[in-house]
């Protein structure tokens, strides 16, 4: 469950990361049925200002770098690609990784996590422009440049500024659930879920009057349909080949595994909200069976749908 997230922060930190952080984490939404989090902004030096990438701009940190342990999430915002990070940040992240901490780096953050050793062999994403030296400097990293973040269990990292939205609403749908995602957005008057996808940097950018967007809302509202690659294309009038490299291309995924992920995330907000038996909320969502449901929410989401639904049912949901 999340409680805590600890948000450490050094010279020149970039505060439209560190605010997207804050907004999503650190506001007091009780008021909206949101759980309040402890929100911890750390530092080596508690109480001094710290210079952000804003000349004439500081944060001053309440907490030590201390209190990263302990903490459910430790989330670390962008800031400048440098040589060197402070040493005793890197090993207080570490230490709150290896003390179960879910690791979530914000654009460029992702440096610092390499830096402390904690992206060898594993997947993760950054800001497109600096992908190169990323490699470079982190070669034995897992680096998917072309998706607005990456899940890899305990370590989330994601592409450049707002993709930290994404990000941060990602985990918060994977441990709170999607009605108190859905009410974070809506303050937020951002997409709660946007799949994860939408390629930072595309070579041929998809123009604007032949988005798939009404295509993605017309099948997410027919979700018990069964949809097949050549029905979706000539609803969209293009060839199979051109409708699934477009696809690719807007929403960073494939039509199936789209398609997979909204029936999951349908099944998630019918667990949470409805008091439909498993066989129901299968065929609701288009999957036909349990069996086959409980396979796909398992592999997406990680745990049974009855897990799930212990957890994250919305209370008097069963009254």
Same mark, same amino acid.
């Given at each position: 469950?999340?409680?805590?997230?600890?948000?450490?922060?050094?010279?020149?930190?970039?505060?439209?990361?560190?605010?997207?952080?804050?907004?999503?984490?650190?506001?007091? #939404? *009780? $008021?909206?049925?949101?759980?309040? +989090? %402890?929100?911890? /902004?750390?530092?080596?030096?508690? @109480?001094?200002?710290?210079?952000?990438?804003?000349?004439?701009?500081?944060?001053?940190?309440?907490?030590?770098?201390?209190?990263?342990?302990?903490?459910?999430?430790?989330?670390?915002?962008?800031?400048?690609?440098?040589?060197?990070?402070?040493?005793?940040?890197?090993?207080?992240?570490?230490?709150?990784?290896?003390?179960?901490?879910?690791?979530?780096?914000?654009?460029?953050?992702?440096?610092?996590?390499?830096?402390?050793?904690?992206?060898?062999?594993?997947?993760?994403?950054?800001?497109?422009?600096?992908?190169?030296?990323? #490699? *470079? $400097?982190?070669?034995?990293?897992? +680096? %998917?440049?072309? /998706?607005?973040?990456?899940?890899? @269990?305990?370590?989330?990292?994601?592409?450049?500024?707002?993709?930290?939205?994404?990000?941060?609403?990602?985990?918060?749908?994977?441990?709170?659930?999607?009605?108190?995602?859905?009410?974070?957005?809506?303050?937020?008057?951002?997409?709660?879920?946007?799949?994860?996808?939408?390629?930072?940097?595309?070579?041929?950018?998809?123009?604007?009057?032949?988005?798939?967007?009404?295509?993605?809302?017309?099948?997410?509202?027919?979700?018990?349909?069964?949809?097949?690659?050549?029905?979706?294309?000539?609803?969209?009038?293009?060839?199979? #080949?051109?409708?699934?490299?477009?696809?690719?291309?807007?929403?960073?995924?494939?039509?199936?595994?789209?398609?997979?992920?909204?029936?999951?995330?349908?099944?998630?907000?019918?667990?949470?909200?409805?008091?439909?038996?498993?066989?129901?909320?299968?065929?609701?969502?288009?999957?036909?069976?349990?069996?086959?449901?409980?396979?796909?929410?398992?592999?997406?989401?990680?745990?049974?749908?009855?897990?799930?639904?212990?957890?994250?049912?919305?209370?008097?949901?069963?009254?």
């Amino acid at each position: 469950m999340l409680r805590t997230v600890a948000v450490p922060v050094m010279h020149a930190v970039a505060p439209f990361e560190l605010g997207v952080l804050c907004e999503v984490f650190g506001v007091d #939404r *009780s $008021r909206d049925g949101v759980p309040r +989090l %402890d929100f911890r /902004v750390c530092g080596e030096r508690p @109480g001094q200002p710290v210079p952000t990438t804003i000349a004439g701009m500081r944060v001053v940190p309440e907490h030590g770098l201390d209190d990263l342990l302990g903490a459910d999430v430790v989330a670390v915002p962008a800031g400048d690609v440098r040589d060197a990070y402070p040493p005793e940040l890197l090993a207080a992240l570490r230490a709150a990784h290896e003390r179960g901490a879910t690791l979530l780096s914000v654009c460029t953050g992702a440096f610092i996590l390499g830096a402390a050793g904690l992206l060898d062999g594993r997947r993760c994403t950054t800001h497109w422009y600096h992908a190169a030296a990323f #490699r *470079s $400097r982190f070669p034995t990293a897992d +680096l %998917d440049p072309d /998706v607005l973040f990456v899940d890899d @269990g305990d370590i989330i990292s994601s592409a450049g500024t707002a993709a930290g939205i994404d990000a941060c609403l990602h985990l918060v749908r994977r441990e709170l659930g999607s009605t108190v995602t859905t009410k974070i957005a809506r303050r937020m008057v951002v997409p709660p879920q946007r799949d994860g996808g939408q390629r930072q940097f595309v070579d041929l950018p998809v123009p604007a009057g032949d988005s798939l967007q009404p295509l993605l809302e017309w099948v997410g509202s027919r979700l018990s349909t069964d949809h097949t690659v050549a029905d979706l294309a000539r609803r969209a009038r293009m060839s199979e #080949r051109t409708f699934a490299r477009r696809f690719v291309a807007e929403t960073g995924t494939t039509p199936g595994r789209w398609l997979t992920t909204q029936r999951v995330l349908h099944a998630r907000r019918l667990l949470e909200d409805t008091r439909l038996g498993v066989d129901e909320i299968a065929r609701e969502c288009g999957f036909g069976t349990a069996a086959l449901l409980r396979h796909h929410f398992r592999r997406v989401v990680g745990v049974s749908p009855t897990d799930y639904r212990r957890t994250f049912a919305r209370r008097g949901a069963f009254a």
